[in-house]
């Protein structure tokens, strides 16, 4: 007996779930909040945020690993930020 991978009744999923998605974005977005907002002020955190969301959803393919790489991709953006804070301020 043999198995033939590619006859499945049904094709494998290529998008993760929409509302485990939107939940795990927002926590994501959360923690940045959380992490950056006494320097740099909620609004502009979130606004961070959902801009690096917006630029990864205009070109990206799958969406399984967008929690990460949009956190990480935030994260890099908002520490720029805050330098540039802590140097004018100085």
Request: charge should be negative.
């Amino acid at each position: 007996m043999s198995i033939n991978t590619t006859e499945y009744r049904e094709a494998l999923p290529t998008q993760p779930n929409p509302v485990l998605l939107r939940r795990v974005m927002t926590r994501v977005e959360n923690d940045l909040v959380a992490r950056h907002a006494a320097t740099l002020g909620e609004a502009t955190v979130r606004s961070t945020f959902r801009e690096v969301v917006d630029e990864f959803k205009a070109t990206a393919r799958l969406y399984h690993f967008m929690p990460t790489l949009t956190e990480h991709d935030a994260e890099r953006r908002l520490r720029e930020m805050e330098e540039d804070v802590e140097l004018a301020a100085a």
